[in-house]
């Protein structure tokens, strides 16, 4: 319908056109390391391509972040995903796409069918291991759930949280290898670094094993319906209609997703006790439900400029599609991902807008990315008076270093023709009204 088209301008140029560039999160902020290996990491320092055909993305950087991604080669490839799923449902998802697996992508399908085996087999050890105690862990205190739409901010806000020492959260390896937590985690983050990816495909934003990361991986990859399906299927979208906000899930599938999220929420709580912090955008959309799982949860909510959060989504999913996909994206894809995301955007919204009245205060705070960005520290400090979180004067060092490890970062630039700035204004105009866009 509306393919974005980017491009890198001079300020001369840029005056010459009504219609400026909007920056667009390219991660956010890059994460940085700040308590050696159990922290958020640092960009990796590449940047990708909207759309190779036709649209190149602008990336400002110091000159100091430039040569050094200049002096090292990255690395692009890393695993699908559903590699870290079980055989069932790899084999449940293989029903439902009649095998339609095209042939540049059959060996990785066999190293999924032989990954799924392996893991089904190591969740039956760890059952046999550690089950009962799992199953009668307590979750005492309730999780800190960082909600908002994709490219909002949510990562940074998340990486930034996930720095104070009193919380634990979910890493990139319990979220891409949920079946194996408890059993491999050290095999992997001391002898097979190279099986993680180096950087997200959509950004520069480093990741590794210990990284925060979104539960809703571990969610799809242990069988409960998820839109992040319809990353390694373009072809066969969508695979699980309404499990946005679990509106499309029948009964049972409503008891199964309830009963595998909080099992996977025990698994963390078993691993580490500490109060979680959990991110993963679909959770916009599901505050009714997790509050009947976590009564006292809490929540904060980060927006941003929608002309800035369309084509960046936009450009994620082709990306993360480019990277997961066991079938060649549609040739429309560019297109029919425009109306997809605005119709999604306005989706989760209307939900956040529903579940309003059930956040009481103390349980709910909002915050513009805009904001996290101008004054991080003054915005962190609100969180935690608005949420009654302790210890923020102890997490402060720990801010401190993260923001001065990520100092000097510029998001890309994304030029939107006239068409496009106003048909984001016109679908998304409810938000811009209310948060001052």
Known sequence: MLPVSTQSRTEGQREENNTPPVAVAQGDVPSAALSGAERPGP?????????AQTSHVSNSRTAAGANASASRRRRRWAPRFFEGTDIFTWLRYLYRVRGRID????YIAGIITLTSTVNLMLRYLRQGWHGDRIRQTVVSQPPLFVVGHWRTGTTLLHDLLACDPQFSYPDFFACFNPNQVLLTEGFFRNYAHFLAPEQRPMDNMAVGWNKPQEDEFALC?????????????????????????????????????KRTFQRYVQLLSYRD????????????????????LFPKARFVHIVRDPRVVVPSTVHMIQSMTRSHCLQRPPETLENDLWERVLTQY???????????PLLPSGQMHELRYEDLIRDPLGQLRQVYQALGLAHFERALPHFQRYLQQTAGYETNKYHLTAEQRALIEQRCAAIIQRYGY
Do not use: C, M
Request: charged share 20%; net charge positive; no cysteine.
């Open 43 to 51: 960009y990796s320092g590449r940047s990708p391509l909207l759309n």
């Open 103 to 106: 042939p540049p992508y059959w």
């Open 221 to 257: 990859l242990l069988g409960v319906p998820s839109p992040y399906a319809d990353l390694a299927f373009p072809r066969s979208a969508p695979l699980a209609p309404g499990a946005l906000d679990l509106s499309g899930l029948s009964e049972h599938q409503l008891r199964l997703w």
């Open 273 to 292: 006790p500490r109060p979680l912090v959990l991110k993963s955008p679909p959770h916009t959309a599901r505050v009714p439900i997790l509050l009947e």
């Open 346 to 356: 306005e989706l989760l919204y209307r939900r956040w807008e529903q579940a309003r």
